[in-house]
């Protein structure tokens, strides 16, 4: 009895959560002026360095970034591939990575809906913190393994489950104060209050299941099942996501 009350009771209160919660929409709109911050910090840094000794990217790689925003990891890569691509649904967004980066291809399209891009088109996939933030998470990894060329490799960073991102800002606060540069970056600090705020309702909507965010072995699974070849799974963003990096069977 007392399980089946505190079952309704959640229910309950997920109900009322659900309401008061931001529409994803609205969320990213919102959210949107804090990312350049998250994006500049030690422990994003470090997952798109991680990406790229994985990648071993080279001059023949066609290279999608997923959810790119100002398209930093973009930037970053150009000089090393034949081309890179920037997708994003927030056209807001990529008005200002298209203004900062005219010679990278931008595309404004949702990863929950079918992509327009052919069969095989890249050879490499960064998808930096979007995929417990899908609501259709299978036709995102239906869509990847599609638009991915045999032997072609993908990396998925998402938020691992319980995940505390204050504590993301917390490892960026040390790295400040260790390099001694906390006092120049204190002009920031309206918005990593925002941040932090942004976070706490991103880890609500996971837990009213609005967004999804993976156990280990879970994260693993949900890959290989749709075919694709587990090479590694990480802790990366001051241990509060994954880094799964994944390859497409090759043809022969």
Not at 15 to 22: E, H, V, Y
Not at 211 to 217: A, M
Not at 231 to 246: G, H, M, T
Request: with cysteine; charged share 30%; proline share 4%.
């Amino acid at each position: 009895m007392t399980t089946i009350v505190s079952g309704n009771v959640r229910k309950v209160a997920y109900g009322i959560a659900r309401r008061l919660l931001p529409s994803d929409n609205n969320f990213w709109r919102v959210y949107s002026p804090v990312i350049r911050i998250l994006k500049d910090s030690y422990e994003h840094r470090a997952i798109r360095e991680k990406i790229g000794k994985y990648f071993d990217l080279r001059k023949t790689d066609i290279v999608l970034e997923e959810g790119c925003g100002r398209a930093i990891w973009a930037q970053e890569i150009e000089a090393q591939v034949a081309s890179v691509t920037g997708l994003d649904n927030e056209e807001k967004m990529l008005a200002v990575a298209r203004e900062q980066s005219p010679s990278i291809s931008f595309v404004q399209a949702d990863l929950n809906h079918p992509l327009p891009f052919m069969d095989g088109q890249f050879t490499k996939i960064g998808s930096i913190l979007v995929e417990g933030y899908l609501r259709e998470r299978e036709t995102a990894r239906a869509e990847r393994f599609r638009i991915l060329a045999p032997g072609g490799m993908l990396a998925i960073v998402t938020p691992r489950k319980g995940a505390r991102f204050f504590k993301v800002l917390q490892a960026e606060a040390r790295h400040r104060t260790e390099e001694k540069t906390f006092i120049a970056n204190i002009r920031k600090l309206p918005l990593g209050i925002i941040a932090i705020l942004f976070g706490k309702v991103a880890e609500i909507k996971a837990v009213v299941g609005d967004w999804h965010f993976y156990e280990k072995e879970e994260l693993i699974n949900f890959y290989r099942e749709a075919g694709f070849e587990p090479i590694a799974c990480e802790s990366v963003y001051a241990d509060q996501a994954w880094l799964l990096v994944v390859r497409k069977p090759s043809l022969d």
